[in-house]
């Protein structure tokens, strides 16, 4: 068992192989939050303080009782309205216009398996793999309950959570804030890490202390965003990559979302994760109940690596799904940067004929296929093949392809439409829009009302008669502007400010009606690349465009970032052509290669264009991927340097499991002349174990390894070794003897 009660003692337990997690059923039934942490037995509510502060209002029903104070304990799922001023997790407003309740613990119900979030995504695992934790909150005077749901996996470390708000009374109320967790954390000098960015540049590590203050990061773009990511990790400050504690936190949501992390006046650290509060307003009638997404939540007392491995695990074999979660992906070429909306069927099967020449498996049709589709200007909405341009049906230009031994695969954005298109000129109610207000656009486009049923049935219906058509092995799905104009006149006044939450809601739907009518479909996620790269997306999709910056170099930086939270196998990254379009950068096309296969691997250039030289290594490049495509995806992932610390050098590795074979992968950032002695120190090899290199026949110490490192490799030529120069790569394959 995973979840014990200990009804002596008033606590709930949630054991992993490592971990624990306990709350406790306080005085006057708070909830009261114990301890989170390495592995402990017994209550350890001990470390809560029982005193009488200054300006810490005490319940009512505590009496005289002044070390009683809901603003000083440690809360399970802190409200507002109980005399907690600190950020909370839950707020209401009542018919009268009050707003405020008083969250106290009823039962708690111990299940087996892992519960599932209907029309949401989340965990999922074998009922032998999970317990559910269900406890039951209530303010009977203000009508509402809250059911707190926890999925324990032992085997992973991890623990998710979900809250449920049923309306219980017999008035009307609406929800404010209904936030999915939070984490109190009496102890310790927290930091917190965050992963920050813009379009082109995602998820950038920043790490801050956190101070007596309120540190708020999120998203009110509609979608996860390019700005910010819905994971987070608190930290302490002597924690690296391979030691020290750490806690990591991951929504499970492709909408806007918020984070608040706070230290409050007496340093209990709290973490609260959610749904964004601004722009939410979701009314309850009597006997209606709201269900709020998942967070995931992990603690590694063995550095960061660790705790990058847990959710790595968690996702790919958790929350992704399919035929595609555990298959290889196929190498795909895909033609937007070679062609962008600038071809006809000729030009596409010309960049497919040499793709299979070279041993590309997959050839997909970005943007500009569909409609008056010639710019970004118009067409969307109208999910019609543009015969005259392709010169053909789709469906004959797919069996084209098909016959050069290639998949199919095609590009869609269907949340979309241009004011320039016949959809907007039938339907432009069907647009997000403010009444007698002229709409902002972004990249000269609206957004379909995907809170509606209806809409989203009639955009399905209209691709997938093309899709039914020319049965793609892979659909790019895309989303390329934030929201804004969020208003619907399918909905009362009161309703408005359910819209994000039944938006993205309606994104799921559609997402997993094309998985129901094409099984074998891989669907990948995109929003300007990386501007929806969340663990919700990913329930849907088993890879993502991590970024629609293909330069080689930023890329390193941008895949460093995410790989904190998410799996290599899960980030869509392509080998692009030179100089790149966004950092006019040139890399030599093995490098270029060696940071794809950090991710799903495949090309987005017209391989006729490129040099004879690079025509022979890209077979050689795909061959290698193949080969090494097991340990690439499935191996234990480290980062061996800190690339927004160091600008010498980026390293990083990909161990087995079982510690058998090893690939490491480098890459110069700079060259200077008669340049120091330089070093990759690896990890996560078998101590004691010897490796050895089958390219070069060296063996080497794996303690060696670890602890000085292994030398910057140098080039071999006539003349001696020379060091290497700027941006060139290197893969080191490492097999145990």
């Known amino acids: 068992m995973a979840i014990y009660y200990d009804k002596e003692q008033c606590t709930i337990t949630l054991d992993t192989q490592h971990t624990t997690y306990q709350m406790k059923i306080g005085p006057g039934g708070l909830l009261l939050h114990t301890y989170y942490g390495p592995t402990a037995e017994g209550d350890q509510s001990y470390l809560i303080p029982y005193r009488d502060r200054g300006f810490s209002g005490n319940p009512y029903d505590a009496g005289n009782q002044r070390a009683i104070s809901a603003d000083t304990f440690p809360l399970e799922y802190p409200c507002e309205g109980n005399g907690d001023f600190r950020a909370s997790a839950f707020s209401l407003r009542r018919c009268n216009g009050a707003v405020g309740c008083d969250l106290r613990y009823q039962e708690h119900r111990i299940l087996p398996g892992k519960y599932s979030l209907p029309g949401l ?95 708020l990061i999120g998203s009110r773009r509609g979608t996860s965003s390019h700005q910010q990511s819905p994971f987070v990790i608190l930290a302490q400050p002597d924690t690296t990559e391979l030691s020290g504690p750490c806690i990591g936190m991951s929504f499970v949501y492709s909408g806007s979302f918020a984070c608040n992390v706070s230290r409050d006046q007496f340093g209990t650290t709290r973490a609260v994760m959610g749904i964004q509060p601004e722009h939410f307003d979701y009314p309850l009638q009597p006997g209606e109940a709201f269900q709020a997404p998942e967070v995931l939540l992990a603690y590694s007392a063995d550095g960061l690596a660790h705790l990058s491995q847990i959710f790595h695990k968690t996702i790919a074999r958790h929350i992704c ?25 000729e030009k596409i099967l010309s960049i497919a004929r040499k793709a299979a020449d070279l041993g590309v498996e997959m050839m997909v049709l970005d943007d500009g296929w569909f409609g008056a589709r010639n710019d970004d200007n118009a067409g969307l909405g109208d999910w019609t093949v543009n015969t005259q341009k392709l010169g053909c049906s789709m469906g004959q230009l797919a069996d084209k ?89 399918a909905a009362s006044y009161q309703s408005q400010g359910k819209i994000l939450y039944e938006y993205t809601k309606g994104v799921y739907r559609f997402m997993q009606q094309l998985l129901d009518r094409y099984p074998d479909l891989l669907l990948e ?51 692009s052509a030179v100089p790149n379009h966004d950092a006019h950068r040139t890399e030599p096309i093995h490098t270029r290669a060696v940071v794809a296969m950090a991710g799903t691997f495949g090309y987005e ?50 161990v087995a499991e079982d510690g058998s074979q090893a690939l490491l992968n480098i890459v110069t950032l700079d060259a200077t002349g008669n340049s120091p002695n330089r070093f990759i120190r690896c990890a996560g090899l078998v101590p004691g174990a010897n490796y050895r290199d089958p390219e070069s026949g060296r063996v080497y110490s794996a303690n060696a390894l670890m602890s000085q490192g292994m030398p910057l490799p140098l080039y071999h030529t006539r003349y001696g070794d020379v060091a290497p120069g700027e941006y060139t790569a290197f893969q080191i394959h490492l097999q145990r003897v």
């Open 321 to 345: 799904r399919g035929p595609w979660r555990d298959r290889r992906r196929p190498v795909l070429l895909n033609n937007w940067e070679a062609t962008g909306m600038d071809f006809d069927g």
């Open 605 to 654: 250039l017209d391989l006729n264009l490129i040099s004879e030289e690079e025509k022979q290594q890209v077979p050689q490049q795909i061959a290698a991927f193949k080969q090494d495509w097991d340990l690439l995806h499935n191996g234990l992932f480290y980062r061996l340097t800190d690339v927004m610390k160091n600008r010498k050098e980026a390293a990083w590795m990909m």
């Open 525 to 575: 996620g995109c929003s300007g690349g990386g501007g929806r790269f969340d663990a919700g997306m990913l329930y849907y999709c088993p890879q993502i465009w991590c970024s629609d910056n293909t330069d080689a170099i930023d890329r390193i930086r941008i895949q460093f970032g995410t790989s904190f939270g998410y799996p290599i196998r899960t980030m869509g990254a392509h080998v």
């Open 401 to 489: 392809i098909r016959a050069m031994g290639l998949k199919f695969g095609l590009w869609i954005e269907p949340e979309m439409v241009n004011e320039d298109s016949d959809l907007y000129r039938a339907h432009p109610d069907w647009a997000l829009q403010i009444p007698g207000k002229r709409p902002v656009r972004g990249r000269n486009q609206l957004v379909l009302d995907f809170s509606r049923p209806e809409i989203v049935d009639a955009i399905f219906d209209q691709i997938v008669q093309v899709l039914d058509e020319c049965r793609p092995d892979y659909v790019k799905m895309d989303m390329n502007r934030s929201l804004v104009d969020v208003y619907t006149a």
């Open 121 to 215: 995504p989340a965990v999922y695992a074998q009922e032998e793999e999970a317990q559910t934790l269900v406890v039951t909150l209530a303010d009977r005077e203000a009508g509402v309950t809250v059911e707190l749901r926890y999925g324990v996996l032992p085997g992973l470390d991890l623990i998710t959570r979900a809250a449920r708000i049923l309306n219980s009374g017999d008035a009307p109320l609406t929800l404010q804030n209904a936030a999915s967790a939070a984490v109190d954390q009496l102890a310790g000098d927290w930091e917190l890490i965050h992963f920050s960015g813009r379009h082109a540049g995602e998820r950038t590590p920043c790490r801050t202390e956190i101070g007596q203050r309120e540190i």
